[in-house]
């Protein structure tokens, strides 16, 4: 016997509570546990459990004993976590029944001969035989209707009888060998059906599987009433249908009142009945002729036995058939007789159905006093006070009919008309369907709504039915095709704005407003002062509707027959337009030549500053001619290229190109950090144009800025322009930019107000991530740089902010879109990884606090003095281990002056730039690894890490290996965002593949070292490109050893090996060289 695998502490771990558990087992001991039974087949459990009432347990059981699914009907089971008292019970009972702790043996319901012999039937290589399916289908005799049954036989040259159908089609299923008899096994790996076999077999495979699913979600509800009964499967009508339709090519036996037929076919075709009409005194008698016996399959007479075939009548037949063979056929009569009252509305309105039902022959005596004309209807339509009217006529020949007005006498001479009753209903319906009312002799409809739709979607399909006629007041109620619209957008030069007009023809400019507004409301139509309608569902006129509430134009404006707008809306506009297919839009070629140079700026003929031709890259070349294109046109833009990409130079490209076409300078606020990086890029870039350094002692600034028309480019910082704003305000610049302009990204902050306060032509911002948290950051930025474009800021909150943010307003998101996106230039690495070397190396030039500072300069000049002394007494060569112990010192100051002065509160300027460093990268979605000589200096970076909360390792020389090994796996896995790194401890035998970005903290003296470190995420695995930053303090020690390895990087990759230092390759001149500011 099979064994569960049932334990008591799988059972305690599945309870809600000790005491549900306590409770279980004294019913099991109490006995309550009844009907306990174990599918070894199914691995499922059942057990009724007697208490207030009695309750069914199901257990399922997976494959290796263990408990799997579990349900009991009890309301606790429901109600509570866990599992109940009875499921306990019934688990205790069988623990008992069928032991525990054994796994499943060679009983198990799948075996490895199983999977083996699946397998090998998906992979046969032997042509499969097939075989032979023939379908019986039976009428038998139920207690309220007639049923049908269908048999199967199956096999090659001689059919055996599938005598457990049932059982046949699950094995089928499984794809199991079924044995016939001595001659004949069935075998999925050998055998197969036809095309219209196989259909059969789905059929009914689909139906065991509604059975199956059935039982699982019920499995003993009386409602689960087998369609499988021996060798009988019940199919409902629904599902001979089905069956029926794949028989159509497949000959089958049908049994019938004790007859069996074989080779019954489909016949897809009317069945062949005749009716007679005759006179009968002063009434009529319809008598009905078929031929052999007639019997509906279904209920609906979608198929009829009939002289040894199945028909399939048309639908039309079938309609018109059914009410004669109810009273005819099935109440076995053998006419009907009609009085002579009904005789005219029989031959008006029931005849020409009949004539649908069969082939009609009538008594020629009678047929000499029918008549028939073709219909002409006419409908005439007028305007009542509230709504509208009609009036229907049916025309045939001479004698015209309303069909709202009961007439007794419909005859001619005497003859009744024979009435095109099908067309009539189906005219009369179309005013249904409008839901027009009958009152006395007046036919009508009131409601607005309903006249609208009647005007727009019945009129124009009962025109193809009838001829139709209106008032005068009438036809001023018509449809206005809102596609109607035209319009034309210009660029007016003289003025420097958009002109843009439009019309919907035969609607007047003041009622443009109200319509619109109706679309706002989303009303299906807009009813105009003359009665008329206009449709709100096209996508035109929605589309319209959209640009106008976008471009935020008022009902004023809209009498206007043209409307100014900001030239910055132009490619918005032209983007709506497109997009909405409005084609009826001339647009002047000034306009199209602006919307093409901002879209395509690589295709504008700006020439490249001569130094920077070779210097910039494809990229870069297409965003120096973007900045130029906007300041063309007067516009601004954010360059939000990923960091790395070169925007700095991509900025001071565009202001080299515009020196010779300004006066004025132009002006750069940057963070404090990279205020002298600017400088610096200045002077390697573009050194012909003048940068200025605003900063010092607010003496020393006034007079910069007095001295402004001097210099090409002024930068300063955002604390710095905070405090002297007023100086600034009286200023013009040609061009103003921020660099990381999330600095103003809360629109209330100083720094926001203060920058917006600065009178330049244009202005640009430079940022990686001009969204952090809010969409507020993003408006902030544009109010700096085109005032207004996004509206106020309230404004902006409610239109986009809050349906995006809060509502997840896919359409305000793309509203958004389209109104920012051509002025917003970003590029991600991997965007134009086609034109970025593998490895981009750059510097960052810090400046050293104002605290640091003094004590650089006092150690300086202590060390330049002892150094002096040292090799004056004891020679060069033996004074290079106080001159390293020096020079080190230097850079500790340079790094961080707390690395060995205690209580240290005068903040590093280094520092300051690294942590806006490493917050920018982060934003941009990088991972870093942080390297430094000093470990002391990782320490202080990891507080700030923490302090920040963001995630990292930190690896140095106390680092156990197997730990080390760790933190490299889980971060080349995803984890952490900062990997610090001691340059010693971790500069080789280290793959970090999982960064995209390497800071090195402080220059090392041999710069192969770094390389090699950098190498700890530039190997093979990655898939990244790797950007380098070397962090350098300016006019320090650190500027000097980047110079001196530069000079002798050659040298040095050529002689030095790593371990070497630099320093013992140096001559006394170049040693105290490094002691000179």
């Not at 322009?721 to 013009?732: A, P």
């Not at 770094?1010 to 303090?1033: M, S």
């Amino acid at each position: 016997m099979y064994r569960l695998n049932i334990v008591d502490e799988e059972i305690l771990q599945n309870v809600s509570n000790f005491s549900v558990y306590a409770r279980g087992v004294n019913y099991y001991q109490r006995g309550m546990v009844k009907n306990l039974y174990f599918d070894e087949e199914e691995m499922v459990l059942q057990a009724d459990v007697l208490g207030n009432e009695e309750y069914r347990v199901t257990i399922e059981f997976l494959y290796d004993g263990s408990l799997g699914e579990c349900h009991c009907d009890c309301p606790a089971f429901d109600e509570y976590q866990g599992i109940c008292k009875h499921i306990v019970a019934v688990l205790k009972a069988a623990q008992n029944s069928f032991g525990k702790g054994k796994k499943i043996d060679e009983k198990s319901n799948i075996s490895n001969k199983e999977i083996f012999d699946f397998f090998e039937s998906i992979h046969a290589s032997l042509p499969l035989r097939e075989i032979k399916l023939e379908v019986i289908l039976e009428i038998g005799h139920g207690f309220k209707r007639n049923f049908i049954s269908m048999e199967l036989r199956i096999g090659e040259d001689r059919l055996y009888v599938v005598k457990n159908i049932k059982d046949f089609i699950e094995r089928i299923y499984r794809r199991k060998v079924i044995t016939f008899g001595k001659n004949f096994t069935f075998n999925p790996r050998e055998h197969c059906f036809s095309e219209a076999d196989n259909a059969i077999i789905k059929l009914a495979i689909e139906l065991y599987e509604n059975e199956q699913a059935a039982i699982a979600i019920n499995p003993y509800s009386y409602n689960n009433v087998s369609s499988f009964k021996g060798k009988k499967l019940y199919i409902s009508d629904a599902i001979l249908m089905r069956l029926f339709d794949i028989l159509k090519t497949k000959p089958f036996t049908f049994r019938f009142a004790d007859r069996e037929m074989k080779s019954v076919k489909i016949i897809e075709d009317d069945i062949p009945v005749k009716f007679r009409l005759n006179a009968k005194g002063d009434n009529l008698a319809l008598e009905m002729d078929i031929k052999g016996l007639l019997y509906p399959l279904t209920r609906g007479g979608e198929y009829f036995f009939h002289e040894g075939n199945i028909y399939k009548p048309s639908e039309k037949q079938r309609q018109s058939f059914i009410p004669f063979f109810k009273y005819m056929i099935v109440k076995q009569k053998e006419e009907l007789i009609f009085s002579s009252n009904e005789k005219e509305r029989f031959i008006s309105e029931v005849l020409p159905y009949l004539r649908n039902a069969g082939e009609v022959s009538i008594d020629p005596k009678l047929e000499k006093n029918f008549y028939q004309q073709e219909l002409l209807s006419k409908v005439y339509f007028d305007k009542l006070d509230k709504g509208i009217s009609a009036r229907v006529e049916f025309c045939y020949g001479e004698d015209t009919i309303d069909p709202f007005i009961l007439r007794k006498d419909i005859s001619s001479n005497g003859r009744i008309l024979i009435r095109d009753v099908e067309k009539e209903r189906t005219i009369i319906g179309l005013l249904e369907k409008a839901e027009f009312k009958i009152m006395k002799d007046k036919v009508y409809l009131e409601e607005e709504e309903k006249i609208f739709y009647f005007l727009k979607d019945i009129l124009p399909e009962l025109q193809q039915l009838s001829e139709v006629y209106y008032s005068d007041a009438f036809k001023r109620m018509t449809i206005k095709d809102p596609r109607s619209f035209s319009g034309r957008v210009r660029l007016n030069e003289k003025w420097d704005l958009l002109e843009f007009s439009f019309s919907f023809e035969g609607v007047d400019r003041d009622e443009l407003e109200d319509l619109f507004n109706s679309i706002k409301e989303k009303k299906k139509y807009h009813r105009l002062k003359d009665g008329s309608f206009v449709p709100l569902e096209s996508s035109e006129i929605i589309e319209i509707s959209e640009l106008i509430e976008h471009l935020h134009i008022s009902g004023s404006e809209l009498r206007n027959e043209t409307l100014e707008l900001s030239k910055y809306r132009a490619l918005y506009l032209d983007k709506k337009l497109r997009e909405a297919n409005l084609t009826n839009v001339e647009r002047n070629m000034p306009f199209k030549q602006m919307v093409q140079n901002i879209l395509e700026p690589k295709d504008m003929d700006f020439q490249i500053p001569r130094d920077l031709e070779g210097v910039l890259r494809d990229y870069q070349k297409v965003g120096y001619r973007w900045l130029k294109t906007l300041a063309v046109y007067g516009m601004g833009g954010i360059l939000a290229d990923d960091m790395g990409l070169g925007k700095t130079l991509e900025a001071l490209a565009f202001m080299a190109s515009e020196k010779n076409q300004n006066h004025k300078p132009v002006l750069v606020v940057a963070p404090t950090s990279l205020i002298y990086n600017w400088k610096a890029e200045g002077e390697k870039f573009v050194p012909y144009m003048r940068v200025t350094v605003v900063t010092g002692s607010p003496k020393d600034r006034l007079k910069l800025l007095k001295d402004a028309d001097s210099a090409d480019i002024i930068v300063t910082s955002y604390p710095l322009i905070r405090r002297d704003i007023d100086l600034y305000r009286d200023m013009e610049f040609s061009y103003c930019f921020l660099d990381e302009a999330q600095h103003i990204k809360n629109p209330d902050s100083i720094n926001a107000k203060s920058v917006k306060s600065i009178k330049a032509k244009v202005f640009f911002a430079l940022t990686g991530t001009p969204i952090e948290n809010s969409l507020t950051e993003l408006w902030s930025i544009f109010d700096f740089i085109m005032p207004g474009y996004l509206l106020s800021h309230n404004k902006f909150v409610n239109k986009y902010e809050k349906p995006i943010v809060r509502e997840k307003d896919e359409k305000a998101l793309k509203e958004l879109n389209k109104q920012i996106s051509p002025f917003i230039l970003r590029r991600m690495k991997k965007d134009v990884l086609k034109e970025l070397p593998e490895k981009i190396e750059s510097n960052m030039i810090s400046e050293l606090t104002e605290e640091q500072k003094k004590i650089y300069l006092a150690y300086l000049q202590q060390a330049r003095g002892e150094i002096s002394k040292e090799i004056d007494s004891v020679g060069f060569e033996k004074s290079q281990i106080k001159i390293l112990a020096a020079l080190t010192r230097l850079r500790q100051i340079c790094c961080h002056p707390g690395l060995f002065i205690d209580g240290y509160r005068g903040g590093s300027g280094k520092l300051e730039m690294l942590e806006e460093l490493i917050g920018t990268a982060l934003e941009s979605g990088h991972r870093i690894l942080l390297f430094s000589q000093f470990a002391s200096m990782l320490h202080i970076i990891k507080s700030y890490l923490e302090k920040e909360k963001i995630d990292h390792f930190h690896l140095d020389g106390t680092t156990k290996p197997e730990l080390r090994e760790r933190m490299v796996q889980s971060f080349n896995k995803g984890q952490g965002k900062v990997f610090l790194i001691s340059l010693k401890a971790g500069g080789t035998g280290l793959n970090l593949t999982g960064a995209d970005m390497v800071i090195h903290y402080d220059p090392w003296w041999n710069p192969a070292v770094e390389d090699q470190a950098t190498d700890r995420a530039y190997r093979i695995g990655q898939k990244n490109v790797v950007q380098v930053i070397k962090l350098i303090t300016r006019g320090t020690i650190e500027e000097k050893v980047y110079e001196l390895q530069q000079k002798k990087k050659e040298m040095i990759e050529a002689v030095i090996q790593p371990g070497e230092t630099m320093i013992t390759k140096m001559n006394q001149q170049e040693i105290m060289d490094l002691f000179t500011l």
